[in-house]
């Protein structure tokens, strides 16, 4: 019974975590590329009106509102699977601290997977690229960067997931082993 509520625990605060990355992450990526948001994400949201330039009252906290709706949900992903594989492997008292710190773990690829797609961008962006563009898009090469950081955070968000697994994992045999000694 303590399992099943550590793991209802975990998948609850999972899109809240989840949820919290989304809103810093791209507070970051709109101080790079503003237009990513104004000539993209606050469309794809439903954020601003037909002919409307700004969304809400503050760029800012639509920004964040973005955040949250992009992320929140690789949580739900997230959560669940790191939870079942913590009641897998982990005695009770060991289970919310280590999926906790599995979360992290996904956490840090994800932004690390993230700022290679930064990078990526900064390096790879070409002015003759293929990538669609908005005819309203000014500054393009931010643009790119910013879409590739995105695009490399998702990915690094399921890469996360997979180390946060085997971080779980790595978890019980080290706990086995000092039981062991």
Not at 74 to 93: A, D, K, Q, R
Not at 107 to 123: C, E, K, P, R, Y
Not at 158 to 169: A, E, H, N, P
């Amino acid at each position: 019974m303590k399992k099943l509520l550590i793991f209802i625990a975990i998948v609850v605060l999972a899109p809240l975590i989840a949820g919290l990355y989304g809103i810093l992450h791209d507070q970051i990526t709109y101080t790079i590329s503003p237009e990513y948001y104004t000539r993209f994400k606050f469309y794809q949201f439903g954020l601003v009106d037909e002919g409307i330039q700004g969304p809400i009252d503050s760029p800012r906290i639509a920004v964040s509102v973005v955040g949250l709706l992009a992320t929140w949900w690789m949580g739900l992903i997230i959560g669940p699977i790191l939870g079942l594989v913590s009641v897998g492997y982990l005695t009770p008292n060991r289970m919310f601290p280590t999926t906790c710190r599995a979360f992290l773990v996904t956490i840090f690829v994800a932004l690390g997977t993230g700022l290679l797609g930064l990078i990526f961008g900064w390096f790879f962006y070409n002015s003759e690229s293929s990538w669609q563009f908005s005819d309203e898009v000014v500054d393009r090469a931010s643009f790119f960067v910013v879409g590739s950081m995105h695009s490399f955070s998702y990915a690094g968000g399921f890469l996360g997931l997979v180390v946060g697994m085997i971080y779980i994992k790595k978890q019980r045999q080290k706990y086995q082993s000092i039981l062991s000694d």
